[in-house]
């Protein structure tokens, strides 16, 4: 059974720090792209990260230079490091595969999601 599970989310104040994990099962995380999005409250789920299965990154212009995706091949892992927090990133994220795109549809396998609040 192919799975993906977002742990890590959490209550921080604005200015903090989280890392977000997507830990995959009945594939190889490294073999596929994999993809963060993220959905507030009463809007619609958008992009905020990306990465290739051989090794491109994209970034949505909210989050460029405050998260990082990365890989950890030997967990079968993918981690979203978020710093700078601001409550608009208050949301619900998962992590998907699929192709390497910013649109949601793009995506094959979802997570169910964790719970980000930014607050003060």
């Known amino acids: 059974q192919v799975q993906l599970v977002e742990s890590g989310g959490g209550l921080v104040q604005p200015g903090g720090s989280l890392r977000l994990s997507c830990a995959a099962s009945?594939?190889?995380?490294?073999?596929?792209?994999i993809a963060w999005f993220r959905q507030a409250p009463g809007k619609e789920r958008e992009f905020v990260a990306a990465?290739?299965?051989?090794?491109?990154?994209d970034y949505t212009l909210s989050v460029k230079g405050r998260f990082t995706i990365s890989r950890d091949n030997a967990k079968n892992t993918v981690y979203l490091q978020m710093n700078s927090l601001k409550p608009e990133d208050t949301a619900v994220y998962y992590c998907?595969?699929?192709?390497?795109?910013?649109?949601?549809?793009?995506?094959?396998?979802w997570g169910q999601g964790t719970q980000v609040t930014v607050s003060s």
């Open positions: 998907a595969s699929g192709a390497y795109a910013r649109s949601q549809r793009a995506y094959d396998v």
């Open positions: 009945g594939f190889t995380l490294d073999s596929y792209n």
């Open positions: 990465a290739s299965w051989s090794g491109g990154t």
